[in-house]
């Protein structure tokens, strides 16, 4: 024994548990269990990564200047504030791996994106994480635990696996209440479906002050999560930090050249987001009169809670909609809950009938 050992943040760590993919005996289930663009990445997309791989004994390009101008341009936001990276996740961990250490304390919400929690573990910060109410990121219950150690504060906005989002005043109230030191990062992976007037992305937070950052990604409504690209919109401040730590070559030529495409392509962008809309209006009126309770959602998924007392159960139902070929997410900790991603027409309406048939037959 050499006595290696890993820092004591890595080893409280369990590694990361993907949503389910593959049915035993089920050659091709319908897959709702990861929040994935049913309806795929634009056909531009598509031709621009077929086109880069023509470059692949080329190096990409480290500053990713193509994409970001892009982005800014399609954003209306400054291009030299954005940074790219593999996923919001890579970017989400460079904030944390730069601003986040022992000793400090990182400030989360009951739901979010579980992987903020990870990379703040494996920092060695102490997690502190507020309660919500009614399924929503409850802004008095976070800002009742900020302290002088606040260093790191992230809500996912629509949230994840809930749906819910909170509203551009009450963002600008939770910033507010933080400390300047503390980074307030929002991650708005879900942002392009959203609907609700009141929503911000808090792209001005960004603008007006220099501790907040704002993520977006294409594996969503841009339908590329197999390219692993996201970016950050930051203050210069953050900017200059992040770059100090990025890899050079952190995203790769055919999926830089495929998200250009992509985000330029913005009249498919908005017939995936109206599509989404229309289906998850139609999913939650349809199911609320099977007596499902559904959480008013913004983003490309939906939660459902199931009464105990009615003798059903998250866990049931995924049970009887796995016995139809199709894959939900049970939700972390409960056996009350269940997560579906919103799929093609034929996907929800094979939804819709086996969760009828579930509440109607089975017990
Ligand atoms: C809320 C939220 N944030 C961030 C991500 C990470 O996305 P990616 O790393 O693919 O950009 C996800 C992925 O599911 C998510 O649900």
């Not at 551009?168 to 507010?176: C, I, N, P, S």
């Not at 289906?279 to 008013?296: K, N, Q």
Request: charged share 20%; proline share 5%.
């Amino acid at each position: 024994m050499s006595g290696l050992e890993a820092r004591p943040g890595v080893l409280r760590l369990a590694p990361y548990v993907q949503g389910k993919s593959s049915l035993a005996g089920v050659d091709s289930p319908i897959k709702l269990s990861s929040n994935e663009s049913s309806q795929g990445p634009s056909p531009l997309a598509v031709q621009a990564y077929l086109h880069g791989a023509g470059t692949l004994n080329r190096y990409p390009d480290g500053s990713q200047r193509e994409l970001r101008e892009a982005i800014g341009q399609m954003h209306g936001l400054d291009p030299d504030l954005i940074i790219c990276g593999n996923g919001s996740d890579e970017l989400i961990q460079l904030m944390v791996r730069a601003y986040v250490g022992y000793g400090h304390e990182a400030l989360l919400s009951e739901n979010g994106f579980v992987m903020s929690n990870i990379h703040c573990i494996a920092q060695g910060a102490d997690l502190v994480i507020a309660p919500e109410k009614d399924y929503r990121v409850d802004v008095d219950a976070m800002l009742a635990r900020v302290t002088d150690r606040t260093r790191f504060c992230t809500i996912a906005n629509p949230n994840n696996p809930t749906g819910t989002y909170i509203t551009g005043d009450e963002l600008r109230r939770l910033h507010a209440g933080l400390p300047g030191h503390c980074l307030f990062l929002i991650d708005d992976a879900y942002a392009e479906y959203v609907t609700a007037a009141d929503y911000s992305d808090g792209a001005d937070l960004v603008d007006e002050f220099d501790n907040v950052v704002m993520t977006r990604t294409f594996s969503k409504i841009y339908g590329l999560p197999s390219l692993r690209i996201g970016w950050a919109y930051c203050p210069a401040g953050v900017f200059d930090v992040v770059q100090r730590i990025r890899t050079p070559f952190n995203t790769n030529g055919p999926a830089l050249a495929a998200a250009v495409a992509a985000v330029r392509d913005r009249d498919y962008m908005l017939a995936v987001r109206r599509e989404n809309a229309a289906w998850r209006d139609r999913i939650s009126a349809r199911l609320t009169a099977l007596g499902v309770e559904v959480i008013p959602s913004q983003a490309n998924f939906y939660l459902i809670r199931f009464d105990e007392a009615s003798g059903k159960s998250g866990a049931g139902a995924a049970a009887f909609l796995q016995s139809r070929g199709i894959i939900p997410r049970p939700a972390a900790g409960s056996d009350q809950y269940l997560r579906i991603t919103i799929g093609l027409a034929e996907e929800n309406e094979a939804v819709l009938q086996a969760l009828g048939e579930y509440m109607g037959t089975h017990r």
